[in-house]
């Protein structure tokens, strides 16, 4: 099974990567773009017995190590 | 007095306290393998600079699940005196000895230049040798040395005096222009609740001898020796 878990600053932390990302969108007149956050992606082979226990799992690897719970929030898909 | 410099895959600055501790100080000194369990009797225990696994994930994310941190925060939780720099202060941050953590530099730029800190507090370990605003000239390198925390964690901070060192300008106020990387309330290093855990962005162990610029790193070093002789040695 795999895990795809997705690590973003939290809103009330300042991207300075993402709003440099943007400017340089908006230099290049992309007009249509607002702000850009950038964030990682991880994706977890997990050995669990159902898609409940490999979120658990996944989640509990997050929590853990993946995202920083005082800068960085995740979300989790299963496949 | 005894000095363990936990040494991580990629730290680059472990050789400089080592330097600062046993050649400056003349005190004993000992580098300490990441893979190892015991601190080998040190009184003083110190996380240096550099880019521990290369910084993967996040600065100081993986080191803090190095093996010799279970002594190390046993060390800490004890009450023994124990000092983050740079990359060490980024670890103490990812394994909760301090609050908070450090991002990336608000203009993205890796600063490595001298600027001026002040020391806030002279009741840790290592500023007891300071005066209460005293303006340190010391070195930076560092891309992530943005310190974060949400707004209760810094009232804590404030109102528990824990901010030990503020970027300031020379005359020691603190300015935008003097916050060289866009720190929250211009915080430069923090101690814990118990005082003994100090992190700071700064190098001091680089600001100890007239040929490298600045000594006024030494006070910190100077600070932590005082503070072993007054309160008796502490071991781990």
Known sequence: MKARVFVTLKPSVFDPQGRTIAEALHSMGYAGVGDVRQGKYFELEVDAGSPEKARALASEVADRVLANPVIESYRIEIE | ?236
């Open chain 2, 1 to 236: 007095m005894k000095f363990a410099v936990i040494v991580f895959p990629g730290s680059n600055c472990d050789h400089d306290a080592y330097h600062a501790a046993k050649h400056v100080l003349g005190h004993d000194a000992e580098f300490v393998w990441h893979k190892e369990t015991s601190l080998k009797g040190a009184e003083v225990v110190i996380l240096p600079g550099g880019f521990s696994y290369g910084d993967y994930l996040r600065t100081g994310a993986i080191a803090q699940f190095s093996p010799v941190m279970t002594a190390v925060r046993a060390f800490a939780t004890a009450g023994g005196p124990l000092l983050g720099i740079c990359n060490g202060f980024q670890v103490l941050c990812e394994a909760k000895l301090l609050p908070g953590a450090l991002l990336r530099n608000k203009d993205l730029k890796f600063h490595c230049e001298h600027i001026r800190v002040r020391v806030e507090q002279t009741d840790t370990p290592f500023t007891l040798r300071a005066t209460r605003g005293q303006v340190l000239k010391l070195p930076i390198a560092h891309g992530e040395g943005n310190y974060v925390a949400d707004p209760a964690t810094l009232d804590a901070l404030e109102s528990q005096g824990r901010v030990t060192f503020r970027y300031c300008d020379a005359e020691g106020r603190v300015t935008e222009e003097a916050n060289p990387n866009g720190s929250l309330n211009a915080i430069a290093g923090i101690c814990n609740e118990a005082r003994n855990v100090v992190g700071l962005m700064p190098h001091p162990e680089r600001a100890c001898e007239s040929p490298l610029g600045s000594r006024d790193g030494l006070v910190l070093f100077d600070s932590v020796v005082a503070s072993l002789a007054s309160s008796g040695a502490l071991t781990a």
